[in-house]
Nanobody, 115 residues
Framework: QVQLVESGGGWVQTGGSLTLSCAAS????????MAWSRQAPGKQREWLSS???????YYAESVKGRFDMSRDNYRNIFYLQMNSLSPDDTAVYYC?????????WGPGTQVTVST
């Protein structure tokens, strides 16, 4: 059983930045896939970014160029650096890990972007 805990959410003004962290109870060096997604009120969950097969990083078009996903294998934490935030980015943000064919999610962290 893998446990994930997100942190770093909060309130920020339009144009601001936040960095989210996801602390994993497993060695992230060995997982198949790590990802971030979000869910805004009344909307479906939206995939944002993934690191797969080691170092291949992918981004949704909606965040490409603004968000940056990285990892700290030693501390078993991965990050989502978010820049140029707008109210459209307001959502609950979730991290996910895929290990041995199973998917694990964190409880989420709220990000609120005000005008």
């Amino acid at each position: 059983q893998v446990q994930l805990v997100e942190s770093g959410g909060g309130w920020v003004q339009t144009g601001g930045s936040l960095t989210l962290s996801c602390a994993a109870s497993t060695r992230i060096l060995t997982v198949t896939n790590m990802a971030w997604s979000r869910q805004a009120p009344g909307k479906q969950r939206e995939w944002l970014s993934s690191i797969r097969n080691g170092d291949d990083t992918y981004y949704a078009e909606s965040v490409k160029g603004r968000f940056d996903m990285s990892r700290d294998n030693y501390r078993n934490i991965f990050y989502l650096q978010m820049n140029s935030l707008s109210p459209d980015d307001t959502a609950v943000y979730y991290c996910m890990v895929e290990e041995r064919g199973r998917f694990y999610w964190g409880p989420g962290t709220q990000v609120t972007v005000s005008t």
